[in-house]
């Protein structure tokens, strides 16, 4: 997910796919904070994602519902302060940009 703080993975614990606690991922320190102030970050050096945290479900429902609540921007990059996640989301703008450009019937392949 990207949120003007931060670009968030969040995927169900493995073995616990239905359970109450969420696994939020980041890539950048201060990401996961931005929207869960209270998490427990823990930060592994080899991981794909650097920084993860454990978060009740209910949690993250609640927190992603605000940013939803609060949204107000009208363009999404202009609302990152940033300049280096600017970038990176710039660069994932371009990406997607061109993923559009293809074929409808080679797009909506899974």
Known sequence: MFL???FLSI?????EENGPTLLVRARAAGHIEACFPAAEVITTADADYRYRAF??????????AEQVRQ????NFKNAISSDAYHDA???AWGVMHRFQGRS???ASKP
Request: hydrophobic share 40%.
């Open 4 to 6: 003007p703080d931060g």
């Open 11 to 15: 995927v169900a614990v493995k073995g």
């Open 55 to 64: 978060v009740p479900r209910e949690q993250v429902a609640t927190a992603l």
């Open 71 to 74: 949204l107000s921007y009208t």
């Open 89 to 91: 989301a710039l660069e």
């Open 104 to 106: 409808s019937s080679s």
